[in-house]
């Protein structure tokens, strides 16, 4: 059967959760998707192997589910990552539209049916995405996020806007096409790394169509030091994580028929200017030149800065810059 056989559901809007020991979260989210104001609605909970309470609390919800009238299936598997998780939800998916919120998150009440709203009132979109809002998991207070830039919300072309971090990639703001997306993925699976899921679902899509931004915040993304993205990373793993990275754009690239010229060397220079920062992090200069050279070479404008910014991390780690800078902090920044 073909991907618009199995999508058999005209006006469904899929949601498909990853959660791992989400137990303390989950309820939020759940509740937030029972307040929709949208009817049509599935729920499709892929649990990551885990071992707190995150089955029982979603087995709670399959009277609410039903009783509200969506549909509410959970699939478990053994612990690997989050797109894993999605990919077993992926499976499952016979809606028209597809989000993917995280366990954590929450929707506003009138989030799927306006983005649902805008994409029948606009078909030649395959996708369309709001404003996320950040709140503090213990006063519910909104808070600001330095670490994700809005960037210019009249543009639709967002692929390199999304990879060079000029936008955010908050999943619960975007809702594909289901068709479109399986078009992407027509064997369902997105390419699994322990990095996250969000550029696999993303990029390819966003290679192929345009997406506009809805001016309004209808996704909630708490803000907590435990979670996934936040938590701190030893050496080892940073370089592993930066490794995955490399690997999965360099996947995505060829899935979307990057193989050079100029976009071959945006992609080249993605990755340099990622292992320029981790060198000079991690006190390595000669890396971090041979990263510099790359850039230069495929077509960085920044060399002066990057050199700049490359003595600046070399004196700083001197024993003289460790023992005078303090003195100068005293005596001239500090007044």
Known sequence: MNQKGLLSRRGTVSIVTPAYNAEEYLPKMLDSVLAQTYPEIEMILSDDGSDDGTLRAAESYRGRFAARGYDFRVVT????????????????????????????????PESVERRVDFLEQNPAYQCVRSLPWYFDEETGAARSEAGERQGDLSREELFWDVLESRTFVCCGCYMLRSAAFFDVYPDRRIPEYDTGQNFQMLLPFLYRHRCPTLREELYGVRVRAGSHSRRPLTREQEEKKYADYERLVDEIAALCSIRGGAEGNRIICWKAARRYYISLKYGRWREALRAMGRLRRYGSLRPAELLKELIWSVCRDTWAWNRLYPVYRRFFHDR
């Open 77 to 108: 598997g053994p612990h690997r990552n989050a797109s894993a998780a999605v990919n077993r939800g992926l499976a499952l998916v016979t809606g028209e539209f597809l989000i993917w919120p995280d366990s954590d998150d929450i929707l506003k």
